[in-house]
């Protein structure tokens, strides 16, 4: 498959200078970015930032945009003169990623910026130049927020949606397939050109144990972890089975009880943590993976959550953060069960590309160390344009009304942070 470079990629024969220095904590990430188009990967203030572009490739279609996307960034890396002096996941040569969820579409990116600032949540912290063009300290442009914002469906209405979910069911019920995730979009149109800085600002604040993204235009606070790989230590957070936070701590907890012990949420999660350890477990010597899920409650709703650790065997320790996203993806929290049959249901039923969302997003440095999240709770956006994207998961004992109510609860995140 031939790799599509853009204007803005590695000339032939450029060797890229990277120089990553230790500094004093720099504050909050978020507000060290110069420029509404941004690149960011941050949790509860840890992470990395990222601005200007060394380096960048769009990927065409294709099940082999993973290995394609590798390949370009091993010839980058390889080719790079990297002086580190911090040695840590996430210094040194450094590119942010997304990429499409369904192999049929183009669009998968990766970008090596040409400053990265970062820090760990053991208070050590560092900055990385990339290329004679860097610019480690930019001029900062000023906040901008929208004023007006008008909204329109997407590709199906609610009630077009809610019989595509019936669909589903029937399908499901007649033995075709296990379980199939079913998403819908939204649109947003602005009075003035969106900052992603703003969206980035508010989505921390709001959902902290969230990891704030933005890679390309696709913004937004995803809680699922779909891998870290530090060294030959992997882990992962499966989250499927939702319901809403109570308005008291007791309806709380009722709500959390029901969610646990709900039938319906507990097949759906079980199909999507058995999808993990389905493919990290032939590439471990040990994988640890509950029995039994427990909860991540989130801001405005919480979830059956399943965390996954393990060690990469003698064999596989080779395998990057991206080549182990690419391998679990998609996973059965965003596609289905089977893979296949559900992948073809959701392009037949939801009327509508995802590109990048439900794909997975994050970073990878030259070690192959990395982390990578399911593009969830997110809007891709282009000018003042914001396209939102929401959905769950459809089991035999799915209700279309319910299930439409959790996908508009997904909306939420992105709603209130574009919101004037």
């Given at each position: 498959?031939?790799?599509?470079?853009?204007?803005?990629?590695?000339?032939?024969?450029?060797?890229?200078?990277?120089?990553?220095?230790?500094?004093?904590?720099?504050?909050?990430?978020?507000?060290?970015?110069?420029?509404?188009?941004a690149?960011?990967?941050?949790?509860?203030?840890?992470?990395?930032?990222?601005?200007?572009?060394?380096?960048?490739?769009?990927?065409?279609?294709?099940?082999?945009?993973?290995?394609?996307?590798?390949?370009?960034?091993?010839?980058?890396?390889?080719?790079?003169?990297?002086?580190d002096?911090?040695?840590?996941?996430?210094?040194?040569a450094?590119?942010?990623?997304?990429?499409?969820?369904?192999?049929?579409?183009?669009?998968?990116?990766?970008?090596?910026?040409?400053?990265?600032?970062g820090?760990?949540?053991?208070?050590?912290?560092?900055?990385?130049?990339?290329?004679?063009?860097?610019?480690?300290?930019?001029?900062?442009?000023?906040?901008?927020?929208?004023?007006?914002?008008?909204?329109?469906?997407g590709?199906?209405?609610?009630?077009?949606?809610?019989?595509?979910?019936?669909?589903?069911?029937?399908?499901?019920?007649?033995?075709?397939?296990?379980?199939?995730?079913?998403?819908?979009?939204?649109?947003?149109?602005?009075?003035?050109?969106?900052?992603?800085?703003?969206?980035?600002r508010?989505?921390?604040?709001?959902?902290?144990?969230?990891?704030t993204?933005?890679?390309?235009?696709?913004?937004?606070?995803?809680?699922?972890?779909?891998?870290?790989?530090?060294?030959?230590?992997?882990?992962?957070?499966?989250?499927a089975?939702?319901?809403?936070?109570?308005?008291?701590?007791?309806?709380?907890?009722?709500?959390?009880?029901?969610?646990?012990?709900s039938?319906?949420?507990?097949?759906?999660?079980?199909?999507?943590?058995?999808s993990?350890?389905?493919?990290?477990?032939?590439?471990?010597?040990?994988?640890?993976?509950p029995?039994?899920?427990?909860?991540?409650?989130?801001?405005?709703?919480?979830?059956?959550?399943?965390?996954?650790?393990?060690?990469?065997s003698?064999?596989?320790?080779?395998?990057?953060?991206?080549?182990?996203?690419?391998?679990?993806?998609?996973?059965?929290?965003?596609?289905?069960?089977?893979?296949?049959?559900?992948?073809?249901?959701?392009?037949?039923?939801?009327?509508m590309?995802?590109?990048?969302?439900?794909?997975?997003?994050?970073?990878?440095?030259?070690?192959?160390?990395?982390e990578?999240?399911?593009?969830?709770?997110?809007?891709?956006i282009?000018?003042?344009?914001?396209?939102?994207?929401?959905?769950?998961?459809?089991?035999?004992?799915?209700?279309?009304?319910?299930?439409?109510?959790?996908?508009?609860?997904?909306?939420?995140?992105?709603?209130?942070?574009?919101?004037?």
């Amino acid at each position: 498959m031939a790799v599509h470079r853009s204007t803005t990629s590695v000339l032939a024969g450029t060797r890229l200078r990277v120089r990553t220095t230790p500094i004093d904590d720099p504050g909050d990430l978020l507000a060290r970015l110069p420029g509404p188009n941004a690149l960011s990967w941050v949790r509860r203030g840890a992470g990395i930032v990222g601005w200007g572009e060394a380096a960048q490739v769009s990927l065409p279609a294709g099940t082999d945009r993973f290995t394609a996307g590798e390949k370009w960034l091993r010839e980058v890396f390889d080719g790079a003169d990297i002086a580190d002096e911090v040695r840590l996941p996430g210094t040194g040569a450094v590119a942010f990623g997304s990429f499409t969820f369904d192999a049929s579409s183009e669009g998968s990116v990766l970008v090596v910026p040409q400053v990265v600032l970062g820090r760990d949540d053991q208070g050590n912290a560092w900055l990385t130049t990339i290329g004679d063009g860097a610019r480690a300290n930019p001029d900062v442009a000023p906040l901008t927020c929208p004023t007006e914002i008008l909204w329109h469906d997407g590709a199906l209405p609610a009630p077009m949606w809610e019989r595509a979910v019936a669909a589903a069911v029937s399908r499901i019920k007649n033995g075709d397939l296990h379980k199939v995730v079913l998403a819908r979009d939204l649109y947003a149109k602005a009075d003035a050109p969106i900052d992603e800085r703003v969206l980035l600002r508010r989505l921390a604040a709001r959902y902290r144990d969230c990891y704030t993204f933005a890679v390309a235009g696709l913004v937004g606070a995803t809680p699922e972890l779909l891998i870290r790989r530090v060294g030959a230590e992997v882990s992962a957070l499966v989250l499927a089975g939702t319901t809403p936070r109570g308005r008291t701590p007791d309806e709380d907890a009722a709500l959390a009880a029901d969610l646990l012990n709900s039938a319906k949420n507990t097949e759906e999660h079980a199909y999507a943590a058995a999808s993990v350890r389905e493919v990290l477990e032939p590439l471990c010597d040990n994988l640890v993976l509950p029995r039994r899920p427990g909860l991540l409650r989130l801001a405005n709703v919480q979830h059956l959550g399943t965390r996954v650790t393990g060690t990469l065997s003698a064999g596989t320790r080779d395998r990057s953060a991206l080549a182990l996203a690419g391998a679990l993806h998609p996973t059965a929290a965003v596609g289905g069960t089977p893979t296949d049959v559900a992948v073809e249901l959701i392009r037949e039923l939801e009327h509508m590309d995802r590109d990048r969302y439900a794909g997975p997003v994050g970073w990878i440095d030259a070690d192959g160390n990395g982390e990578w999240g399911i593009a969830l709770r997110c809007a891709q956006i282009t000018g003042a344009q914001a396209r939102l994207f929401g959905g769950g998961g459809i089991v035999a004992g799915s209700d279309p009304a319910s299930e439409l109510a959790e996908a508009q609860s997904k909306f939420r995140p992105m709603q209130s942070a574009l919101e004037p």
